[in-house]
């Protein structure tokens, strides 16, 4: 795939990991509650990112927890457009807007956002549509259900091929609308629809979702699977989002959906400077 990513008017520059900082402005998300509702907050909170490092900042205005309840249309663009309209104004820095929402996707494109998050990987009426005619890359990830059920008693034969299968038939969906494989970044979707289990699983055989010849995001900083393991809180699996974080890299992915900018960008520096020598 290019080593250069379009994304609306700037560049992704995918021949070298970047680090996605997680801008939350919904009163319920898990880590941040509530504390980022307010746009300047919020941009404060993205400019601090990208001093650390960001060159994305991943703005949500619908927690996507297990358990969160949906937001409506107009309630989330509420949330979301005037951070996307700030941040795009102040920060030189590529705007990914987190949504399910035709209308959010539009008006978000129309304000400057550069990449289209949707963790429904566009199955809601009139997503492909929305998405397509933004023109901006798209990440489709695999979850299966909504966020309030999802957690009850996922079961899969095989969770790679669950989640192989999945993307390799929304990328169908996406061409058939006119969005080309070259707009399209993965995720598999770790946290969404799985056991402790599938998520370990999936995460040590990442490497067979490299094949499908796409970057590969990936979203681990502060879930439950670190917590289940190391038996930790929300404010105490720092150390586990950067093991994961590490491993990630190693096992090829390009993008880290992260709390923590500035350290996981160390961990990023730290291999991109064992790779560099000979
Ligand atoms: C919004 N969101 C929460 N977790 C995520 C993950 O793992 N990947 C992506 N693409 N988005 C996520």
């Known amino acids: 795939h290019p080593s250069r990513l379009p994304c609306g008017s700037r560049l992704l520059d995918l021949s070298r990991p970047q680090v996605m900082g997680i801008l939350n402005v919904t009163p319920d998300s898990f880590s941040d509650g509530g504390r980022f509702t307010a746009r300047d907050a919020a941009l404060r909170h993205a400019e601090q990112m990208v001093a650390a490092g960001a060159t994305l900042i991943d703005i949500g205005g619908e927690s996507t927890r297990p358990g969160a309840r949906s937001v409506s ?51 809601r009426d009139g997503a492909l549509d929305a998405a397509a005619d933004t023109g901006l890359p ?31 038939e929304r990328m169908a969906a996406c061409a058939t609308a006119g969005i080309p494989a070259e707009r399209i970044l993965l995720d598999p979707g770790f946290g969404f629809a799985k056991t402790l289990e599938h998520n370990l699983a999936l995460f040590k055989r990442m490497g067979e979702l490299s094949d499908l010849g796409r970057p590969l995001l990936v979203g681990v900083s502060r879930k439950s699977m670190i917590g289940k393991v190391l038996g930790h809180e929300v404010g105490g699996r720092l150390y586990g989002s950067l093991a994961l974080a590490a491993l990630a890299l190693a096992k090829g992915a390009h993008i880290l959906r992260v709390h923590d900018v500035a350290e996981t960008v160390d961990v990023v520096r730290m291999i991109a400077a064992v790779e560099a020598a000979q």
Do not use: K, W
Request: proline share 7%; hydrophobic share 45%; with cysteine.
């Open 73 to 123: 249309p107009t309630e989330e663009l509420e949330r979301v457009a005037p951070v996307v309209d700030a941040i795009a104004r102040e920060l030189d820095v590529i705007i990914s807007v987190d949504t399910s929402t035709p209308a959010v996707m539009r008006e978000s494109a129309r304000l400057g956002a550069g990449l289209i998050n949707d963790v429904r990987s566009l199955q």
């Open 138 to 168: 798209v990440c489709l990830m695999h979850m299966r259900g909504e966020p309030g059920d999802m957690q009850d008693d996922p079961r899969y034969p095989d969770i790679v091929i669950e989640v192989r299968d999945f993307l390799v």
